[in-house]
Nanobody, 125 residues
Framework: QVQLAESGGGSVQAGESLRLSCAAS????????MGWFRQTPGKEREGVAG????????HYADSVKGRFSISRDDAKNTLFLQMNNLQPDDTAMYYC??????????????????WGQGTQVTVSS
């Protein structure tokens, strides 16, 4: 079992930045991919960024490339998402997730095994 706890969400103006954190606890030795997803009411959850295979591969959704940066601190079992130049379309509940099974997709939420409770990000224009 893996427990995940996100933090760092909030309300900002367009153009500002936020840094999300996700603290992992429990059996983290089997993690092969960690990711950030987001969801707004009435829409499907979408992959934002993923860091897989021991941080050797990093992925971003096209909508956030050049603005968001995912990283991890293995010593602290913590995943980060640095979000710069936030826009109103980035408003969503952001979730941290861990995958222990094998998959070729970093952005398919069904392939992820453990989820945090989410942290709200609201960007106003």
């Amino acid at each position: 079992q893996v427990q995940l706890a996100e933090s760092g969400g909030g309300s900002v103006q367009a153009g500002e930045s936020l840094r999300l954190s996700c603290a992992a606890s429990g059996d983290t030795t089997r993690n092969n991919c960690m990711g950030w997803f987001r969801q707004t009411p009435g829409k499907e959850r979408e992959g934002v960024a993923g860091i897989c295979a021991g941080a050797s591969t990093i992925h971003y959704a096209d909508s956030v490339k050049g603005r968001f940066s995912i990283s991890r601190d293995d010593a602290k079992n913590t995943l980060f998402l640095q979000m710069n130049n936030l826009q109103p379309d980035d408003t969503a509940m952001y979730y941290c997730a861990v995958r222990v099974r094998w998959s070729t997709r970093w952005d398919r939420d069904d392939d992820f095994d453990y989820w945090g409770q989410g942290t709200q990000v609201t960007v106003s224009s």
